[in-house]
């Protein structure tokens, strides 16, 4: 069971990954008001699998950081069962959260052979 600190941390984490990506911010700011995406659906992937005991509390994270971010919560949700066993997203272990096909926590892209999952 994932502890508050944890939940806690890895909020931040999502904060602090995507607050990154606006690295020139500021200059933007001043030439034209930023608008938020109106979808994270190309951006954002949960990778989990059946059974998996973090998958409630990784979303609720996940959920929250979105949300602190003022994001839209409509990312898409990947079951490992349902992806052909070439496809190299199979084998991050679950639960993963991938942002512009990227680990959220800078995990490299597998590459095969894909381990069992557990």
Same mark, same amino acid.
């Given at each position: ?21 606006? /690295?020139?911010?500021? +200059? !933007? ?7 938020? =995406? %109106? ?41 490992? /069962?349902?992806?052909? +066993? !070439? ?7 679950? =639960? %993963? ?22």
């Amino acid at each position: 069971m994932i502890t508050r600190r944890a939940r806690a941390t890895l909020g931040m984490a999502i904060v602090a990954w995507f607050a990154s990506a606006c /690295g020139g911010y500021e +200059a !933007t700011r001043r030439s034209h008001i930023v608008t938020p =995406p %109106t979808s994270m659906k190309n951006d954002l992937i949960f990778i989990t699998r059946d059974g998996c005991v973090n998958t409630p509390d990784m979303l609720l994270n996940l959920d929250d950081a979105l949300r602190a971010l003022a994001l839209p919560l409509d990312y898409q949700v990947l079951n490992l /069962g349902t992806l052909p +066993a !070439t496809d190299p997203r199979s084998g991050y272990p679950t =639960p %993963t959260v991938l942002y512009q096909n990227r680990d959220l926590f800078g995990m490299p892209e597998p590459t095969p052979p894909f381990p069992e999952p557990s």
